[in-house]
């Protein structure tokens, strides 16, 4: 996003020269060989996800640079949104103390490990206003002492080949002085800059929203057509709905509400009056066609008529003659003549600073104004380099948060671990554990972890289980389409079978054409926690690693190929999945069914009587009791425990000698409520007949 | 064991059954059987539509284990069936024919039929309930009445009675427990007697088989309606499970784990944990630098940890107004940073903060005893650098340290020449390493010698205090490294002839023997433990760890017994466990008399293989105690549009794991499991079978 920012009022024109003048750029940069500083890695752009990589790299003592062509960080939001109120939300108070939870409802905050630089110091509103933001980025980068170097503009990037290099090839940067820099890795987080524009006849005509007025007297008694129909669109339309005749919304697909389709990126409830006053019949609208077969006239006054492109090219008339709809069809939508034409049409990546040596293509699978990367944010076209930030969101595109601050602050930490494996040999954190705690280990994680909650299906924990399955290892927050790649970009073993971590919401659940509120929409049974609608907890048992192949011809609407198992933890409304019953009981026996294995843990007392009755011991008295850390209970839940027909009172077991033996351990393997004791006798009786 | 085939045993499951089972075509066989056996045996009378079908295989697995008890009759004739008056006749049905208490020959056998399908589990069920008393007279709190009833998931009605309507009662009830024999436990409830408040027009009680549901007192004036009552119950609980797709077997939303189970119950209790400093992520380090400081790191929503923080706070309780030591906690579940900071990733973790030191974490039992033993001993430095040879004479005696000696039965005296610094370093370092498990000393100014003379060793050594007996030994500690000394001193806390205890077990099992118990009702008899002493000190017995076990101390120790005697002799007790090759179980004969030669001489033939056990302790692995949803499934048939299946057979071929575990017959019956021939289908639900298979296997390997 930083880049953009410095630019003064983009006009359609403005941005044809700029285009224009590239080829010319490239040809000094070509010239301006000389000194060549090196840096192992180039962030481009200071806004929220440069700022957030360089804080790692910070942190890991690595020869990293910033480039900023503005004068200071976060330029993006200087001037944008247009209306400055920011749609990421700043909820200060949850009732909890778990600051990693209180992450998952703040949005604008970068991770760090300064509690002070936490969104909520600087503003109260829900909705913060943009130039908060602006401070708080700036504050960021200077009390981290972040490195930027301000006012540098890279004009252009190009390849060059080198075997010594970490990739084969440096990436060399050249600014607007012709100073070169070169590179290892290039991490590229520049945003979307680029306002989108679709031509169609007339086009020249429109305003756009990155240069309207936000002046709501500008739009006094007007008619006006706003092209477009997101957030952009709507904050426009909002800020002139009170002053305007009527305004009409048209784009090529249907509206997609935030709530209904559970994308932050789609239309926001604090953004969608105009659907109220549209539905309650207010002379407001929502038209529905394609943008590209548009044209739209000027007539004598001044006013706009939209026409259909189509009959622009029948004949070359006056403006005057030319066939409009009405003409044919006298009852069309759109048959008035517009005062106002606005364009809100989102925005575009800048690729035209990247040689084609770099092989930086766009085309995402839905939309082409995102740079095409892989699912662990590295180009497909050069190794080395990444895409970060929002420019990096054809991965999750309208499914989850890695084109907003709260989502991409976690894959840029996932890329970053990605970096220090690949080329500081240091693997991805991670903790060991004794088996016992594997439950324990994933409802901690569940409940509190953030990066899992905001980037749900995007980026999950795994648990690499150990030879045996006696303890496991845990990562966190792993970009899991790269799942079958895990060894080699974590430096970590995954040969004893693997369990996956993931937040999902219900398969069928989110839409645009989808009723979210429909009756019994919850569910409340373990059993039926498969059919979660809300976001939950899925953890996926492999007993082998995907490949490539698997993962990549993995069943639709499925995050990751089909499991040896699978588990949902039902879906909760506080989300706080830590019912005894309803939570952890179903955990346990699905991971004790996957690892074949009795993952219940005992007193003492019990693991003193297994020991002495029994040849093997559960997990839990092998890894505790036996290393002298039983537990030993206290009177109060022994007693709980005799009540509850799991203890027995051995103090109080009548004491007759020749008592026939009562089978003991009721809790002993294949233990089940209605097991008798084993008919022993009756086999006796059966080696006589034999 | 191991070597078992399937197939083996299901030819000759068969071959057996072939007498067990009577085949019959017509009536008058029927007849016929029945008319042998009153008086004398009952009868299982099942018809099933077909031989091999699922019902024919539930019939004939219940005839393997009944077989001997019952005379099972089977028959494929649906004509038999009708003519005994069956209506609404499907493919099975199941009578118990109660012909053991008909003493008049024309009299006819009462029959009770068996309204649940014909599984394993249900045909075991219902036999148990046939098993089961008719009626019985009781005279306590209904809530706190169980029987096999409950166990088997059925409801316990009881009639209230007084002893001035007993007889009419009793009658009553009894007509009622025939009405609903197999369908619930029935009972007579002596109202005169009992202390429990009861309302005062309630006549029937009714105990729902649930865990934790009250009883319900009900005024019924219809014998029918108790019926009905009972009737509805179950009828409710079948079209529930019927709604829940015909879930058979165990609830899996049933807490089998008792440290959780105990945990939730007790979850309203109010702890005093205002004795102890609840820190969060601003007061940590300013807490734990400004004060010596213990700190559990816990979570709110683990069983484990929240049962320990009980313990936890009964040590504040404990400590209260007289440590130094401040006793704090952090909820891992508010102050995620705070505990990941100090390296603290599992729970309950405990750890000891003490200024210009490390942290020290807590490795003992997670309990109040052991835990206060670590505090008290914490408090001294380890090792404590004595100064003069007077105070090495105390510090030996005891007498330096007089309240910590309860916790420390042991004293080491480390002894070093001024000039031996190296060996001292090690030691030092070992006893930071035991730190809060003994008591160490360190004693290196010039008259050492002093000391090493008296006690006869030359330095570097160890002085070994034992404050019980009252014994000084002595170790030389040439060259020996820290995981040495850390060796010798563990090693030197092991007593020749302990009492075992919850608590201790786990060190003496570190020594990998057989273990030699003596099980003792109380305190042990002095002559057997001089007998085994005497042979411990005549090296016989280095072999095996000896041991005593006092059942008053350790309760637990019944339910050992239990295990290893069918019938119980008198205590005391002699056993040799070998638990770590073979899980064998020898007993000492209970009519010899614990003297020396009897056990020398006993041991020898267990050593050679002349003894036989009276048990062999199980070595099954602990497997998943139920199975799991299988979602993958359900997902898989909602997608295919067919109703779901709820519960997975436990392991299917994809399932079965590579590991060679106990019970290979097993695992191939379930892969063979279309072939047809007799199988357990789920090994969680039918477990009694396996075990019972498994002892079959056994005899016949001894034959």
Known sequence: ?690 | MSDFSTNYISIYFSALLFNEVKYINTLGDLQNIENALKGKTNIAFSYVRAIGTPEHRAVMEAAFVYGTTYQFVLTTEIAILESIGTEDIEYAHFYFFHCKPVSDLTQQCRRTLMEQPLTTLNIHRFIKTMEAPLLTEVAEDPQQVSTVHLQLGLPLVFIVSRQATYEADRTTAEWVAWRLLGKAGVLLLLRDSLEVDIPEHANVIFKRAEEGMPVEFLVLHDIDLIISRVESNTHMKETQEYEDNDMEGPDMDIQDDEVAETVYRDRKRQLPLELTVELTEETFNATVTASDSLVLFYAGWQAVSMAFLQSYVDVAVKLKGTSTLLLTRVNCADWSYVCTKQNVTDFPVVKMYKEGENPVSYAGMLGTEELLKFIQLNRISCPVNITSVQGAEEFLSGELYKDLITYSRVSVLGLFSPTMTTAKEEFTEAGKHLKGCVITGVYSEEDVLILSDKHAVTLPALLLARHQEGKIESIPLANAHVQDIVQIITNALLETFPEITVENLPTYLRLKKPLLILFSDGSINPQHKKAILTLVKEKHLDSLTPCWLNIKNTPVGRGILQVYFDALPPLPLLVVVNLHSGGQVFAFPSDQAVSEQNLLLWLKKVEAGLESPITILPAQEWKPPLPAYDFLSMMDAAASQHPPKKIPECMKETDVQENDGEQPEEKSAIRNEPTGTLRIKHWSRSNWFGEAKKSFAYDNKEL
């Open chain 1, 1 to 690: 996003m930083g880049l953009s920012a410095a630019a003064p009022l983009w006009g359609p024109l403005g941005l044809l020269l700029t285009v224009a003048l590239h080829p010319a750029l490239s040809l000094r940069s070509a010239r301006a060989w000389a000194p060549r500083h090196h840096r192992d890695y180039c962030v481009l752009g200071a806004g929220p996800a440069g700022l957030q990589m360089a804080y790692f790299l910070q942190r890991a003592g690595r020869d990293y640079v910033v480039f900023e062509r503005a004068p200071g960080p976060g330029s993006f939001f200087t001037r944008f949104p247009r209306h400055r109120k920011l749609l990421s939300i700043n909820k200060r108070y949850t009732g909890k103390a778990n600051a990693e939870f209180n992450l998952r409802h703040d949005w604008n905050s970068l991770l760090s490990h300064d509690p002070q630089l936490l969104f909520r110091h600087y503003s109260s509103a829900y909705f913060p206003d943009a130039g908060d933001m602006v401070r708080y980025l700036r504050d960021f980068a200077d009390k981290l002492g972040l490195p930027v170097l301000y006012n540098t503009t890279i004009a252009h990037v190009t390849l060059n080949k080198d075997r010594r290099a970490w990739n084969g090839h440096y990436f060399i940067l050249t600014d607007q002085k012709g100073q070169a820099y070169q590179c290892s890795v290039l991490l590229v987080a520049t945003g979307l800059s680029v306002p989108n524009q679709v031509d169609f006849p007339g086009s020249e005509y429109v305003d756009g929203y990155e240069s309207v007025s936000v002046d709501p007297e500008d739009f006094v008694g007007q008619n006006v057509l706003i092209l477009g129909r997101g957030n952009s669109a709507f904050e426009t339309a909002e800020n002139i709905l009170g002053v305007t005749n009527f305004i009409h919304m048209l784009s090529r697909s249907r509206v997609r509400l935030s709530w209904a389709t559970h994308y932050v990126g789609d239309l926001r409830a604090i953004n969608n009056g105009l659907l109220d006053t549209y539905q309650l019949k207010s002379l407001d609208g929502l038209l529905e066609s394609d943008l590209t077969d548009l044209a739209i006239v000027k007539d004598r006054q001044g006013k706009f008529h939209i026409t259909l492109k189509f009959f622009l090219e029948e004949n070359n008339q006056s403006a005057d003659a030319i066939t409009l709809p009405q003409d044919e069809s006298d009852n069309f939508a759109m048959r008035v003549a517009y005062d106002r034409v606005i364009r809100c049409l989102g925005w575009n990546f800048n690729f035209s600073i990247f040689s084609k040596s770099l092989r930086l293509s766009s085309g995402g699978e839905f939309s082409k104004k995102y740079p095409l990367v892989r699912a662990s944010y590295e180009s497909k076209g050069s190794r080395g380099l990444f895409v970060l930030g929002t420019a990096s969101h054809s991965v999750d595109y309208r499914k989850s948060a890695g084109g907003f601050i709260h989502g991409f602050r976690y894959t840029v930490r996932a890329v970053h671990r990605l970096l220090e494996q690949r080329h500081h040999d240091v693997p991805w954190p991670s903790t060991q554990h004794p088996i016992t705690q594997l439950a324990s280990a994933i409802i901690r994680r569940v409940n509190e972890a953030s990066g899992l909650y905001q980037m749900f299906s995007v980026l999950a924990d795994v648990v690499l289980l150990k030879e045996n399955a006696t303890a496991f290892e845990y990562l966190e927050e792993f970009p899991m389409r790269m799942l079958a790649q895990l060894e080699s970009i974590t430096g970590r073993q995954a040969r004893h079978g693997l369990f996956v971590i993931n937040m999902e919401y219900g398969k069928n659940f989110s839409g645009p054409d989808k009723d979210v509120f429909f009756y019994d929409r919850s569910v409340g049974h373990t059993e039926d926690a498969w059919q979660s609608n809300f976001l939950h907890p899925v953890i996926y048992y492999y007993r082998h690693l995907p490949t490539e192949q698997e993962v990549r011809f993995r069943p639709a609407d499925w995050p990751l190929p089909r499991p040896t198992a699978i588990h949902h933890i039902v879906e909760d409304f506080l989300t706080d999945w830590t019912a005894p019953v309803g939570h952890i009981l179903p955990l346990r026996r699905f991971l004790e069914n996957c690892l074949d294995t009795d993952l219940r843990s005992f007193y003492a007392e019990s693991c003193f009587l297994f020991a002495l009755t029994r040849q093997k011991l559960p997990p839990f008295c092998q890894q505790g009791y036996l290393r002298t850390q039983g537990l030993m209970g206290t009177e109060s839940l022994r007693q709980h425990g005799v009540e509850s027909g799991l203890l027995r009172d051995y103090a109080a077991v009548g004491w007759r000698p020749g008592d026939s033996g009562q089978q003991p351990g009721s809790q002993g393997p294949g233990r089940q409520p209605l097991a008798p004791g084993p008919p022993i006798q009756h086999f006796d009786g059966n080696k006589e007949e034999l």
